[in-house]
């Protein structure tokens, strides 16, 4: 997923990465359809080179990230309000507790920062727990107080298409700016 994500949204939104920046998983980077000369073994080697240095890491699992956090649990007081970009590229589906994972999110996110998030919408049979209505995202967000900015669907070989119920193996590029802090996880209905 981190290759798709390199080739169709960090070229055109790079400049929406703003330090503190949190990233979701530890993502490798690998794939048939980079660029010649893109030559970087994970996400993070990609942050430092394109001047991110201000990042961590949040993994349940891998003990390369910087710190280790099931997000089925509330996140500590101290990752409250913390980030300026939080960047999940292909984590939530992988995830039982959706409902506190967004909330997570939302809460790690300060007024002004953005979120960036990938995961499937169609198809991806066997992959993860869920595939999503992107509605449900996209209302979650909105009823939080973020403001969509970005929101695109692609094939698994990262062809954009328009209307996600005709593809096979879809996934939903979302981007989203947290434009005010709401106290309270706001579900979509």
């Known amino acids: 997923m981190a ?3 390199i080739s169709l949204l960090a070229p055109l939104l790079a400049n929406f990465f703003s330090e503190p920046l949190l990233t979701i998983g530890v993502q490798e980077i690998r794939g048939d359809n980079l660029p010649k000369d893109f030559n970087f073994i994970s996400f993070n080697e990609f942050l430092l080179v394109k001047g991110i240095k201000n990042f961590e890491t949040l993994d349940f699992f891998d003990k390369k990230a ?7 649990l509330p996140v500590p007081k ?10 999940d590229i ?3 589906e992988h995830i039982f507790d959706t409902k506190q994972v967004l909330e997570n999110y939302i809460k790690m ?5 953005t979120l960036f998030l990938h995961t499937p919408i169609n198809g991806y049979f066997k992959h993860g727990l869920y595939t999503f209505n992107p509605d449900v995202l996209t209302n ?7 403001k969509i900015i970005y929101k695109k669907y692609s094939t ?3 062809t954009l298409i328009k209307d996600p119920s005709l593809g096979k193996n879809v996934t939903l590029w979302l981007v989203a700016k947290k434009i005010k802090k709401i106290d309270k996880f706001i579900s979509p209905q």
């Open 3 to 5: 290759s798709l994500f």
């Open 66 to 72: 910087t710190f280790m956090h099931d997000l089925n």
């Open 78 to 87: 101290n990752l409250i309000d913390k980030y300026s970009t939080l960047i």
């Open 90 to 92: 292909g984590s939530l």
């Open 109 to 113: 996110v300060k007024v002004g920062g």
């Open 140 to 146: 979650a967000l909105i009823s939080n107080g973020f």
């Open 156 to 158: 698994i070989k990262g």
